[in-house]
């Protein structure tokens, strides 16, 4: 490993231009395939790398893995400091009180969330809910729409799995207005749920639920209903303003019938700050200007055409949006008797001669379909296919110690969540853990099955329940665990954080344990660093930062790494 090359700050003598330097024949065969931007230099063991800030974050990675001898270090250094800017100190939000919510709300409020209640009032409701996932969002607009006079009929829009549970708690918070106004005792305010996009009359209802893939097909209908209060929960799904979902939205919040207009998310900004805008665009339409203002004021374009919000505008960006649309809260700030998560990384062994044949058998089809590919969509999608391939392979690898892991959990009798990535390794795991009769999330699953699974869980029927990371991170309440085991990981922090918070919400009484399960020889080891040994909640703008490089980029950099691992193994 220290033979691996060296690196050093050069005027190249060709562009005439100051750029990074490195030698070394296994490093220069790993430059070429992470960073396109390089040429050869003078000898065939040497690249020249563009100085740009793209090109040192692609440097850092691999200097993560395999230590070049660093002959400019000054250099390097302050290269460093210029992308990781001190955070700083964002000043708290203005004090709020606790607001009782109208007769028509039945149920209590925590206090936290009679200040949420006080938000949504002093903001007229026309705002952004984005405290932590678990914390109450949903029963704090219902307590605000039963609070405001004239805030029916509503339209709720909803991923598909949380339809269900929209309907069960508005059943459950709310109490049925007469149209004489009176309250009627025992009873729920009517609502529908729209299961499909032919278009036909609605009927009257004080609740509409939809899901945001039907919602441009039913447009027409929904524009005829009056509809006083909009309610987009994990409003995240807005945050393209090029979508078909949100070009429906954007008509309905502008209807003259509606006064209300809630978004709510844990999570609102996935990838980028500049996600926030469409958003607030729909909840507060002219806050952040046009696009082309906000950009100009508040962002730089990237090399790949995105906005990023600027650093030394993080700040003044998030003083605006909680001065004027944004309640954020975490659980440490409202919930004091809830325990906080401790998260574990655990190496556990692998089957690593399975785990390598694999690596040969996709690496070696990638290269096939990389000289077969005909456009860059081929190529990107080869790509993706490899990557699936590896971590489907690393999934298998260490299926036999994975199921060791959790059987050591349950003979401790404690109820356990289990979150896997594919299918199949969904199903070996129901499989081979069949003794514990195991509930079961997973894409493609009825409502009522899903449901099904959930109510036996929650209600100590099974102490066991395998989840989909995709399927089963949103709308559901799991705090009868305190165990979370992730068998595969993800590569978005924040659906692990989602995943995380259906135990550590609300109800929950302990502390939150949840597991990470790396295979000992496989590459989870770096995702893992992502999602475990750095901290990922939003700064800045919201308070976590999300890496900005797409899938395609991650999967080139784990493949020219196991490409590399292989090319070792057989030089020896």
């Given at each position: 490993?220290?033979?691996?090359?060296?690196?050093?700050?050069?005027?190249?003598?060709?562009?005439?231009?100051?750029?990074?330097?490195?030698?070394?024949?296994?490093?220069?065969?790993?430059?070429?395939?992470?960073?396109?931007?390089?040429?050869?230099?003078?000898?065939?063991?040497?690249?020249?790398?563009?100085?740009?800030?793209?090109?040192?974050?692609?440097?850092?990675?691999?200097?993560?893995?395999?230590?070049?001898?660093?002959?400019?270090?000054?250099?390097?250094?302050?290269?460093?400091?210029?992308?990781?800017?001190?955070?700083?100190?964002?000043?708290?939000?203005?004090?709020?009180?606790?607001?009782?919510?109208?007769?028509?709300?039945?149920?209590?409020?925590?206090?936290?969330?009679?200040?949420?209640?006080?938000?949504?009032?002093?903001?007229?409701?026309?705002?952004?809910?984005?405290?932590?996932?678990?914390?109450?969002?949903?029963?704090?607009?219902?307590?605000?729409?039963?609070?405001?006079?004239?805030?029916?009929?509503?339209?709720?829009?909803?991923?598909?799995?949380?339809?269900?549970?929209?309907?069960?708690?508005?059943?459950?918070?709310?109490?049925?207005?007469?149209?004489?106004?009176?309250?009627?005792?025992?009873?729920?305010?009517?609502?529908?749920?729209?299961?499909?996009?032919?278009?036909?009359?609605?009927?009257?209802?004080?609740?509409?639920?939809?899901?945001?893939?039907?919602?441009?097909?039913?447009?027409?209908?929904?524009?005829?209903?009056?509809?006083?209060?909009?309610?987009?929960?994990?409003?995240?799904?807005?945050?393209?303003?090029?979508?078909?979902?949100?070009?429906?939205?954007?008509?309905?919040?502008?209807?003259?019938?509606?006064?209300?207009?809630?978004?709510?998310?844990?999570?609102?900004?996935?990838?980028?700050?500049?996600?926030?805008?469409?958003?607030?665009?729909?909840?507060?339409?002219?806050?952040?200007?046009?696009?082309?203002?906000?950009?100009?004021?508040?962002?730089?374009?990237?090399?790949?055409?995105?906005?990023?919000?600027?650093?030394?505008?993080?700040?003044?960006?998030?003083?605006?949006?909680?001065?004027?649309?944004?309640?954020?809260?975490?659980?440490?700030?409202?919930?004091?008797?809830?325990?906080?998560?401790?998260?574990?990384?655990?190496?556990?062994?692998?089957?690593?001669?399975?785990?390598?044949?694999?690596?040969?058998?996709?690496?070696?089809?990638?290269?096939?379909?990389?000289?077969?590919?005909?456009?860059?969509?081929?190529?990107?999608?080869?790509?993706?296919?490899?990557?699936?391939?590896?971590?489907?392979?690393?999934?298998?690898?260490?299926?036999?110690?994975?199921?060791?892991?959790?059987?050591?959990?349950?003979?401790?009798?404690?109820?356990?969540?289990?979150?896997?990535?594919?299918?199949?390794?969904?199903?070996?795991?129901?499989?081979?853990?069949?003794?514990?009769?195991?509930?079961?999330?997973?894409?493609?699953?009825?409502?009522?099955?899903?449901?099904?699974?959930?109510?036996?869980?929650?209600?100590?029927?099974?102490?066991?329940?395998?989840?989909?990371?995709?399927?089963?991170?949103?709308?559901?309440?799991?705090?009868?665990?305190?165990?979370?085991?992730?068998?595969?990981?993800?590569?978005?922090?924040?659906?692990?954080?989602?995943?995380?918070?259906?135990?550590?919400?609300?109800?929950?009484k302990n502390t939150v344990f949840?597991?990470?399960?790396?295979?000992?020889?496989?590459?989870?080891?770096?995702?893992?660093?992502?999602?475990?040994?750095?901290?990922?909640?939003?700064?800045?703008?919201?308070?976590?930062?999300?890496?900005?490089?797409?899938?395609?980029?991650?999967?080139?950099?784990?493949?020219a790494q196991i490409h590399d691992?292989?090319?070792?193994?057989?030089?020896?």
């Amino acid at each position: 490993m220290k033979n691996f090359g060296t690196l050093e700050y050069v005027l190249d003598r060709y562009s005439q231009t100051w750029s990074w330097k490195v030698t070394g024949q296994r490093a220069v065969t790993m430059v070429s395939k992470v960073i396109p931007q390089s040429w050869y230099g003078d000898g065939p063991h040497e690249a020249i790398v563009p100085d740009s800030q793209r090109n040192v974050k692609q440097i850092k990675w691999i200097l993560e893995r395999y230590p070049l001898e660093i002959l400019s270090k000054s250099v390097w250094k302050r290269k460093l400091v210029d992308h990781q800017k001190p955070k700083e100190r964002i000043p708290k939000i203005e004090k709020l009180v606790r607001a009782n919510p109208g007769k028509q709300f039945q149920g209590k409020l925590l206090n936290f969330q009679k200040e949420g209640l006080d938000f949504l009032i002093k903001s007229y409701g026309n705002a952004l809910l984005a405290d932590e996932m678990g914390l109450g969002k949903t029963v704090e607009t219902l307590a605000y729409l039963a609070t405001e006079k004239q805030a029916f009929p509503a339209l709720v829009v909803a991923p598909l799995v949380t339809l269900n549970n929209w309907q069960r708690e508005i059943g459950k918070f709310l109490k049925r207005k007469s149209r004489n106004g009176r309250l009627v005792e025992g009873e729920a305010p009517t609502s529908f749920i729209i299961r499909h996009g032919k278009n036909q009359d609605l009927g009257i209802f004080d609740f509409y639920i939809i899901n945001y893939e039907l919602l441009h097909k039913r447009l027409p209908d929904l524009l005829k209903l009056n509809i006083k209060a909009l309610v987009c929960d994990e409003v995240q799904n807005l945050r393209s303003n090029t979508t078909q979902k949100y070009a429906a939205v954007k008509k309905l919040a502008a209807l003259e019938s509606i006064k209300y207009r809630i978004g709510l998310s844990g999570t609102p900004i996935y990838n980028r700050g500049s996600e926030i805008w469409p958003i607030v665009d729909i909840l507060r339409p002219g806050l952040l200007g046009n696009f082309k203002e906000f950009c100009e004021y508040f962002c730089y374009v990237n090399d790949k055409g995105k906005a990023i919000v600027l650093e030394n505008k993080r700040q003044s960006l998030h003083k605006e949006l909680r001065k004027h649309v944004m309640l954020r809260r975490k659980k440490s700030d409202v919930l004091k008797e809830l325990k906080e998560k401790v998260r574990y990384k655990e190496v556990i062994d692998a089957d690593i001669e399975y785990y390598h044949k694999e690596l040969n058998r996709i690496w070696e089809k990638l290269e096939e379909e990389q000289r077969d590919a005909k456009s860059m969509f081929d190529k990107s999608a080869s790509y993706q296919r490899a990557i699936q391939g590896e971590r489907q392979a690393a999934g298998v690898a260490k299926l036999p110690y994975v199921i060791n892991f959790v059987e050591n959990i349950m003979e401790i009798e404690e109820s356990v969540v289990v979150f896997c990535h594919h299918k199949y390794i969904h199903q070996l795991l129901h499989e081979r853990l069949g003794k514990y009769s195991p509930s079961s999330i997973i894409g493609g699953q009825t409502d009522k099955a899903r449901q099904d699974s959930i109510d036996a869980f929650q209600d100590g029927k099974t102490k066991l329940l395998i989840a989909g990371l995709r399927a089963g991170n949103i709308g559901i309440n799991l705090s009868r665990a305190r165990y979370v085991i992730f068998a595969e990981l993800d590569w978005s922090p924040a659906i692990h954080r989602q995943a995380e918070d259906r135990l550590h919400r609300i109800g929950q009484k302990n502390t939150v344990f949840a597991y990470y399960l790396i295979g000992n020889g496989t590459l989870d080891d770096h995702v893992a660093n992502v999602l475990v040994d750095k901290s990922y909640e939003i700064d800045a703008i919201m308070d976590a930062k999300i890496e900005e490089d797409d899938n395609k980029e991650k999967a080139k950099l784990i493949l020219a790494q196991i490409h590399d691992k292989l090319s070792a193994k057989a030089a020896h």
